[in-house]
C-alpha cells in the first residue's frame, strides 16, 4: 500500500493509452506479486493484460514471455518496445526481436546491455517519440 511508482511510469503509460498503443507487463514474478505491485503503485488500471513466468515453459532469458505477450496483443514483435532493467529481461526481448530500452531506474543496476537499443537512467527519459516509431537511440 502506498508504493510510489517509479518516476515517468504514469506519464509513459498515459502517453501510451493516448496513442491507443496496447501495454503489457511481462515478468517473471508470480501474477498475485505483480497485481500486488501495481496495486499499490496506483498503475494496475493501466495494464488490461499481465504476463507472468508462470504463463510460459520458458523464462527470461528466452523469448517465451515476450513473444507469447506480443501474441496476445496481437502486436508482431518488431513493432514493439520492451522496458527493461535485467540482463535476463533485455535479452528475452532483444531475442523475440522487439525494440529494447533499457531502465537504469532499478534496485541492481546493470551496466549498459550491448542488446538494448536504448538505455535511460529513468523512465523519465523516455522519448515519447519512441512511441510514435521515432529510432531509438
Known sequence: RGLPALAGAAALLEAAHARGLA????STSSHASIDLTLRAAGLRHHFPLVVSASDVERG??????????ARLLGVPP??????????HGIVAASTAGMRV???RQATFVP???PSAHAVIETLEAFRH??????ALG
Open 111 to 113: 551496466p549498459p546491455h
Open 78 to 87: 518488431e513493432a514493439c518496445i520492451a522496458i527493461e532493467d535485467s540482463v
Open 129 to 134: 517519440g519512441w512511441l510514435d516509431g521515432e
Open 60 to 69: 527470461k532469458p528466452a523469448p517465451d514471455i515476450y513473444l507469447h505477450t
Open 23 to 26: 501495454v503489457a507487463v511481462a
Open 101 to 103: 530500452v533499457q531502465s
